[in-house]
Each structure stands twice: as structure tokens, then as C-alpha cells.
């Protein structure tokens, strides 16, 4: 079986990461990643990288004139390790449209809400002021618009009456820890189709993937 070769961009921790990198040590996980990408040399998931064995390379957007250089300049380190997918987790930097075209249904993100509620940086504190019942989190495929893109996977996460940031925060995260992977695993196989701005699943397990090639110059 060939793996789907998999690009994570990270900014900070990693947990999704390690949650990836956990998946992937399953020799029947349909993916592997072969490279992690950071903006900022002391996120906390370059180390879980290096102590799994994954190579690991720090582009600091600081050096680039623009967005669309800095974008160009990832790009170019993820053709060079032949990466099928980009898994962005935890990734604080918008990309250009010229990034999410070139990359076009092969970028992931996860964010901790029900898209398309409570978009943004501050989704837990948006969910709490919002005084909802249930939240969660979201897989979907990225497009230029900041959280938005057809979604691939989610999980409700009750919302407690005492909850804080914090609390809201690890629950959800915990639920995100299993929605990645599974996320993945879809897209690897196969499974995945757009139809319009849908992901629908392909239950059909044979199909080649409709997605997954390699990336086109551009
Ligand atoms: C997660 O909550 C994810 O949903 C959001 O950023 C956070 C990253 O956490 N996009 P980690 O770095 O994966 O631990």
C-alpha cells in the first residue's frame, strides 16, 4: 500500500500534530507525514517531530515581504519532499488565495467550533459569550475566506454552564485529537468527493482517490 504523504504546518504546540503522528505509527493508516513546516522555530511540536524521526524545517514569515513570497517559499519545501496533503494544525497564518488554489482540496484545517459558528481565533470565547449548548470541532478543506471550506469531519462537545476558555478548550480538544486522523484516513482512501462546495463520502472503498495527486506547478 502507498501512503498519502502528508505536509503538517504547525505555529505552537502540536497536540493535533502528535494526534497525526500517533495515527501514523498504525502501519494500516493510509497516510504518513514526511515533513512538518513551522513559522515560529520554538513551536512545541517541532520537537514531537524530531522524536518521531519526521523531518522538520522553520520558514519565519518575518523574512518575507509579503504574504504570497512567504507562501510561495512553503510551497516550494513541500513539492521538494513530494507532499500529497497539507494538514494545517494549529497553523496562526492565513494563506494566500494563490496558496489554497495551487493546493486546491489538498489543504486540511481544524478549528474548535461547528463551522461555519463561531469562526476566528476566539471560537471558544465566541461559543461561551454565545451561551450555546453544544460546540465542537471541525476538519474541513480550506479556502482563501479565513475558516471556511467544505467539511470533512466534525464532533459536538457539550458546552458546560461553568465552562471557561480553558475547560471548553481541553474538552474540545480532546474530541479534535480524534477528528484529524479520521479526517485523514478519509481523503487517503479515496473517500472523499466534492460536489459543489460538499465533501460527500464515497462509500465505495475501491475508488482511486479523486483527490490526492500531485502537486501542478503554478
Ligand atoms: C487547536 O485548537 C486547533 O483547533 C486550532 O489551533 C489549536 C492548535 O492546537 N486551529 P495544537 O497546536 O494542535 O495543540
Redesign the pocket.
Known amino acids: 500500500m502507498s501512503r498519502t504523504k502528508i505536509g503538517v504546518l504547525?505555529?505552537?504546540?502540536?497536540?493535533?500534530?502528535?494526534?497525526l503522528i500517533a495515527a501514523c505509527a498504525n502501519p494500516d493508516f493510509p497516510a504518513e507525514i514526511a515533513l512538518v513546516v513551522s513559522n515560529k522555530p520554538d513551536a512545541?511540536?517541532l520537537e514531537y517531530a524530531a522524536e518521531a524521526g519526521i523531518e522538520t524545517t522553520v520558514i519565519e514569515h518575518d523574512g518575507y515581504h509579503d504574504r504570497e513570497s512567504f507562501d510561495r517559499e512553503i510551497d516550494v519545501t513541500l513539492k521538494a519532499a513530494e507532499i500529497e496533503l497539507v494538514c494545517?494544525?494549529?497553523?496562526?497564518r492565513l494563506l494566500s488565495g494563490w496558496f489554497v488554489e495551487t493546493w486546491r482540496d489538498r489543504v486540511l484545517?481544524?478549528?474548535?467550533s461547528l463551522l461555519p459558528a463561531f469562526k476566528g481565533i476566539d471560537?471558544h470565547d465566541q461559543a461561551i459569550a454565545a451561551g450555546v449548548r453544544i460546540s465542537g470541532?471541525t476538519v474541513h478543506i480550506v479556502r482563501p475566506e479565513m475558516d471556511t471550506g467544505p467539511v470533512l469531519v466534525q464532533a459536538a462537545v457539550p458546552v458546560m454552564p461553568d465552562d471557561n476558555k480553558t475547560s471548553l478548550?481541553a474538552r474540545?480538544?480532546e474530541a479534535?485529537h480524534r477528528c484529524y486522523p479520521h479526517a485523514v484516513r478519509l481523503l487517503a482512501e479515496g473517500r472523499i468527493e466534492i460536489v459543489g462546495e460538499r465533501a460527500v463520502l464515497n462509500t465505495d472503498t475501491t475508488a482511486p482517490s479523486a483527490l490526492i495527486h500531485p502537486a501542478t506547478d503554478g
Open positions: 504547525i505555529s505552537g504546540r502540536g497536540s493535533n500534530l502528535q494526534a512545541g511540536g494545517l494544525a494549529g497553523f496562526m484545517n481544524i478549528h474548535p471560537a470541532c478548550a474540545i480538544l479534535e
